[in-house]
T-cell receptor, first 113, second 117 residues
Framework: AQSVTQLDSHVSVSEGTPVLLRCNYS??????LFWYVQHPNKGLQLLLK??????LVKGINGFEAEFKKSETSFHLTKPSAHMSDAAEYFC???????????FGGGTRLMVKP | EAGVAQSPRYKIIEKRQSVAFWCNPI?????LYWYQQILGQGPKLLIQ????????DSQLPKDRFSAERLKGVDSTLKIQPAKLEDSAVYLC???????????????FGPGTRLLVL
């Protein structure tokens, strides 16, 4: 079985400062990992995914994440936050059988002007 | 391309009533999923279809929830009778199959927000 832990339920940053959203996973095999973003009243949107290729994954809107097997982590970063980045972010692991996704509890990112 | 469509967007019912949600996946996507997202939590998979067959429904409360995808395209999710704890957002997602017949990235609809009073 796999699981995901998002270490912060809320993160607040100022516009223009770096963003770090932390995620640790547990899996008995080499996982596929994703970050999704959810804006209010909108569907989940895929930011980026890791599927055993390069460990540093670049996504949309300037986000990137680094897969660190030794630390079982997949933290999401962005060099400079924008007001439009304020949303809920979910770290997700995909099961080995089928395409079952297991979501973390989410991190709400707030961006202050 | 058009995304995953869901309706209605919002629904308010009283407990013990029944309710149904509809999902139209992205054209050509073989796999369709229904998730339940309770406020403050991540989505939880309820059921997964591939074409018109069920792949996984281990987390579907079958005493009150049912889902179908009769023609392998649209899907409906029904709750009968509803309980207060069913208040949540119900998300539909779809994914294509790759050349090896494996599911690829899931694309999500906007969800149906259900409130049970």
């Amino acid at each position: 079985a796999q699981s995901v832990t998002q270490l912060d339920s809320h993160v607040s940053v100022s516009e223009g400062t770096p963003v770090l959203l932390r995620c640790n996973y547990s899996s008995s095999y080499s996982p596929s990992l994703f970050w999704y973003v959810q804006h209010p009243n909108k569907g989940l949107q895929l930011l980026l995914k890791y599927t055993s290729a390069a460990t540093l994954v670049k996504g949309i809107n300037g986000f990137e994440a680094e897969f660190k097997k030794s630390e079982t982590s997949f933290h999401l970063t962005k060099p400079s936050a924008h007001m439009s980045d304020a949303a809920e972010y979910f770290c997700v692991v995909r099961g080995n059988a089928g395409n079952m996704l297991t979501f973390g509890g989410g991190t709400r990112l707030m961006v202050k002007p | 391309e058009a995304g995953v469509a869901q309706s209605p967007r919002y629904k308010i019912i009283e407990k013990r009533q029944s309710v149904a949600f509809w999902c139209n996946p992205i054209s050509g996507h073989a796999t369709l999923y229904w998730y339940q997202q309770i406020l403050g939590q991540g989505p939880k998979l309820l059921i997964q279809f591939q074409n018109n067959g069920v792949v996984d429904d281990s987390q579907l409360p079958k005493d009150r929830f049912s889902a179908e995808r009769l023609k392998g395209v649209d899907s409906t999710l029904k709750i009968q009778p509803a309980k207060l704890e069913d208040s949540a957002v119900y998300l539909c997602a779809s994914s294509p199959l790759d050349g090896r017949g494996l599911e690829e990235t899931q694309y999500f609809g906007p969800g149906t927000r259900l409130l049970v009073l």
